[in-house]
């Protein structure tokens, strides 16, 4: 009998270790995998064991070796983890792309990539976006210029390649809110063993449990789309929800068919719910979380006032991909509940995990500490940092500081060590917060789905950008939301689709920047973006 270990140890054959435990967990499909179109929306593990079988078979029938880069860049969808487990499993290295990422900037890192093979859909294929050069293979049917997956299937399952922990396991990359995002390279002992292994213990509130029906909505082309797979699916709960699209009325049927209890989704996302968050899908929720951008205080208060349960709980997590979770704050109606000249926020982060991750603040010009209440930049010390930028060695060892990293964001620590978060150092503001002065306007006009504050130049007032659903604000309640803030110009008013954004929805300031304040440049250096 194999012995059961506590943690998940390899990425290759996770499916195949959770199908000999037994795993009584099923998967739950907004739509059809693209990797298996045919195959409907409903999965056991056995059957998913069984096709990243049948996928690293057909993979490595495409002449795919250990230690080849295959590049993964398709529609949004679980089945990327599933591809780069595939991949994993003949000990090549998957490289998760989003379909989201501009022509431009999938052509730089394709070819500081330079990957043996290139795995899309038909839906991406057809938009012809840089027209990779790469042999491309199509998961979901033919393609002009690209080899049918279905020709490839069929041949002899190989073993398992055996990989060393501290050998490349996948290569992520960052949300380009400043333009091509940053490859991000990770190992078994990064990113399974020390930051996916410790957020798979059973640990209170937090942990994925067997009678939890547990759903995602996130950007699965980046590193929580794996980390998650491994955790939560680690925890073997009843069902797991993976929704691929955010459109409410592609995804909240599935939520509504079977309520979650835990629920991880991006903060547009949430945003894009909002309206129909009372609709009955999160009535049986106990556990919201977000991560990847700010969310705001209203958002928050919407989605625990839907909960079915007395006492729900959002929690806010703080990372990035090269380092993983940094931080982890909990949010309660009680919390977050109204009151007289009070703005609740979100920008108190908690603290670090004692004993695990270490913070810290410095002055942006010298690099020395600062002391606790005083703002600047953050550097994290943690178990499960990456290997470094693929194709950018010079910028990887501008982010280093000894054993520090230099996570290019703006804060501070209180006397208790609570991180209060206020921008992205290239985005910040003199004297001034733009997320939190994005917090106010949130609460005070509820009609804005999102606003951005964006610094001006100097002389001049920050700029509000702000998306309502019929691109129109009341003047006389833009006046009153605003009277006892800094001075700020008239807004600008988008609709959601008219705001650039990120695979992961965070906005990309820098488009905002050039499209409105040509000129303007930005007030931070942008040294460590």
């Known amino acids: 009998m194999r012995l059961l270990r506590p943690r998940p140890l390899d990425l290759g054959p996770f499916f195949e270790t959770l199908a000999e435990r037994d795993s009584p967990t099923v998967v739950r499909l907004s739509r059809p995998l693209d990797l298996a179109p045919e195959s409907g929306r409903e999965w056991t593990v056995p059957q998913l064991a069984e096709l990243v079988r049948e996928t690293a078979a057909a993979l ?41 990422l501009p022509p431009e900037a999938l052509a730089v890192l394709l070819a500081r990539l330079k990957p043996k093979l290139l795995l899309s859909d038909r839906y991406t294929l057809a938009l012809g976006v840089g027209r990779p050069k790469q042999r491309t293979v199509c998961l979901d049917g033919p393609a002009p210029g ?85 955790s939560a699916l680690w925890g073997r709960p009843r069902t797991a929800l993976l929704l691929a699209d955010p459109e409410p009325e592609l995804a909240l049927p599935l939520l509504r068919e079977h309520p979650p209890t835990v629920l991880e989704a991006l903060p547009a996302t949430y945003q894009q719910w909002q309206p129909q968050a009372g609709g009955g899908a999160f009535l049986r929720m106990r556990l919201f979380i977000s991560t990847f951008d700010a969310v705001h205080p209203p958002t928050v208060r919407e989605f625990l006032a839907a909960s079915g349960r007395r006492h729900p709980v959002w929690m806010q997590g703080w990372g990035q991909s090269e380092t993983g979770p940094l931080t982890f704050r909990f949010f309660t109606r009680r919390s977050l509940a109204r009151r007289e000249q009070r703005h609740p926020t979100t920008r108190d982060l908690g603290r ?178």
């Open 60 to 100: 490595a029938a495409a002449k795919v070796r250990p230690g080849d880069h295959v590049a993964i860049h398709k529609r949004n969808h679980w089945d990327y983890a599933l591809l780069a487990a595939s991949v994993a499993r003949l000990g090549a290295v998957p490289a998760l792309l989003s379909s989201q």
């Open 146 to 230: 690209a080899t049918d997956l279905a020709t490839l299937r069929g041949g002899r399952i190989p073993p398992v390649h055996p990989r060393r922990d501290d050998d490349p396991l996948v290569v992520i990359h960052t949300s380009g809110t400043t333009g091509v995002p940053k490859l991000v390279l990770h190992s078994t002992t990064s990113l399974v063993r020390r930051i996916t292994g410790f957020e798979a213990h059973r640990w209170p509130v937090t942990s994925v449990r067997p009678e939890d029906t547990a759903a995602s909505a996130v950007s699965f082309a980046h590193g929580r789309g794996v980390s998650w797979t491994l």
């Open 352 to 529: 670090p995990v004692p004993g695990w991750i270490a913070l810290r603040v410095v002055d942006p010009a010298t690099g020395r500490p600062v002391a606790r209440g005083v703002t600047g930049v953050l550097q994290a010390r943690v178990p499960g940092l990456c290997q470094g930028y693929p194709g950018e060695p010079d910028r990887w060892t501008t982010k280093l500081d000894g054993p520090w990293f230099n996570t290019g964001d703006l804060g501070s620590r209180s006397r208790t060590g609570r991180v209060r978060l206020l921008d992205r150092e290239v985005d910040m503001m003199p004297d001034a917060s733009c997320v939190e002065l994005e917090d106010v306007l949130h609460e005070r006009l509820p009609e804005v789905e999102e606003a951005v504050v964006l610094w001006a130049g100097a002389g001049r007032p920050p700029l509000p950008v702000l998306v309502t659903r019929d691109e129109r604000l009341d003047p006389g309640r833009w006046r009153h939301a605003v009277r006892d803030l800094p001075p700020l110009a008239e807004p600008v008013l988008l609709g959601w689709e008219a705001l650039p954004r990120t695979g992961t929805g965070k906005v990309r300031r820098h488009l905002l920047r050039d499209r409105y304040l040509a000129g303007a440049g930005a007030y931070g250096s942008g040294r460590w973006t």
